[in-house]
């Protein structure tokens, strides 16, 4: 989740030599530094030669992922199992999240101003709690459900336990374990963000080994590496770069760590602010935000071998062609000016490009692109195909994600 995402990709980057930001005096030309918001989101910076509102390359992405989130107040009986409530979070297909094993992890903060970090289901020895279906020898008055509701969102609720204890309580049995483990009460859940995902780890896919089958490659399969691209610059860059990692993207870029705050805007102002000294006003800060050339980074459908009927093969795109131009219509699209520009990037570094535009009347999606659009900054959204999206295991071309990270290293240090 956005929560373990944001720490291992803090822990990346400072075994990088990037400091976290405490203070103005640390803005100086070459400083590494990252601007941590609320341990969910981030920003990482190279500062360049140039001052900001000469220009800057920005690489945003989100890193939260379509998931199950449990309620504030979970836990009931049913049957002789202890199950949580929950709800679901972003565009998934839920009857896949079925049957298969899952792990609860993030945070519950306490009263006394405490923080517990949960983490069940990682590791090999750990178990795992799972949302069980129907069997196919009594299930015949499920069959006539559709496709979008063979699993209703109040049934998915995972089994977390089944033994009583000597009160006959099994949600007591499970409430002491969490007690032990994690020194919590029951109302400490209301304070606290846990969230269900699947305990699968990344593994190759194909024969050839071609391709990567992992959970979150939308959207952490580009905001890994632009992460890992921005720690690969080997010099001080002429223009400042950054990373620009976000919460909240899959349901609609809200909350203080989701691309709709001011959280961009006030990182561009304290280092617009730092370098102009006493000459600074706020309009360098809009100067700044409005000479930023960015990629919205994020990851889009590819053409499916099962379903290719679902694409419109000329402006679809295909694993293994490279990253997509995305290309909506209805004036969602990058200016015809920028693209070119990105184009002659790709073409001279001999990048191979595609673009990816949904069928007519379909289907669609979303990027943070639009956010930073408003701050009239220049943006183009530019990502991956995969297969199986919103799924618990998702698919990415291995060569995808090679020529994507070439695209973000030539980007945050071009002219």
């Known amino acids: 989740t956005e929560l373990s995402s944001t720490k291992e990709l803090i822990d990346l980057l400072r075994t990088e030599g990037f400091a976290l930001y405490s203070n103005t005096a640390q803005i100086k030309k070459g400083a590494k530094l990252i601007f941590n918001n609320r341990d969910r989101a981030l920003i990482a910076v190279i500062i360049g030669e140039q001052s900001l509102i000469k220009g800057s390359r920005l690489i945003g992405a989100h890193h939260d992922s379509p998931r199950i989130d449990i309620k504030a107040r979970p836990l009931y009986e049913q049957d002789g199992f202890a199950l949580l409530q929950t709800i679901y979070y972003g565009g998934i297909k839920k009857y896949q999240w079925v049957n298969i094993p899952l ?101 190759d896919i194909g024969l050839d080994r071609s391709l990567i089958g992992s959970y979150g490659q939308d959207d952490r399969s580009c905001s890994y590496v632009a992460i890992r691209a921005l720690m690969g610059i080997e010099k001080t860059p002429d223009l400042t770069a950054f990373a620009y990692i976000v919460d909240n993207e899959e349901t609609g870029n809200v909350n203080n760590t989701g691309a709709a705050s001011t959280f961009l805007n006030k990182v561009y102002g304290i280092i617009s602010e730092a370098q102009a000294g006493k000459d600074f006003s706020e309009n360098m800060t809009r100067q700044a935000l409005t000479a930023a050339k960015v990629i919205s980074a994020d990851a889009n459908d590819g053409i499916s071998p099962l379903f290719p009927g679902l694409s419109e093969k000329t402006n679809a795109a295909k694993l293994g062609f490279g990253p997509s131009i995305k290309r909506y219509g209805r004036s969602f699209d990058a200016n015809s000016e920028f693209t070119a520009w990105i ?44 297969l199986s999206m919103h799924s618990p295991f998702e698919i990415a071309s291995k060569i995808d994600i090679w020529n994507l990270h070439r695209l973000f290293t030539e980007f945050y240090i071009a002219q």
């Open 343 to 386: 184009r002659n990037l790709l073409d001279k570094k001999s990048i191979p490009w595609q673009t990816a535009s949904y069928k007519v009347e379909t289907g669609g999606g979303g990027t943070i692109g639009g956010q930073m659009s408003k701050e009239d900054m220049e943006v183009i959204d530019i990502g991956i195909p995969l």
């Open 103 to 203: 792990m609860l992890s993030g945070r519950i903060d306490k009263k006394d101003g405490t923080t517990v970090q949960v983490e069940i289901g990682r590791k090999p020895d750990d178990p795992i709690i799972i949302i069980p279906d129907a069997a196919p020898h009594v299930d015949s008055p499920l069959r006539k459900r559709e496709y979008t509701g063979v699993m209703e969102g109040e049934e998915m609720d995972p089994i977390i336990g089944s033994i009583p204890d000597q009160k006959n309580s099994i949600l007591n049995t499970v409430m002491n374990v969490l007690s032990t483990s994690y020194n919590c009460t029951e109302e400490d859940l209301v304070s606290a963000e846990l969230h269900i995902t699947p305990a699968i780890g990344a593994r």
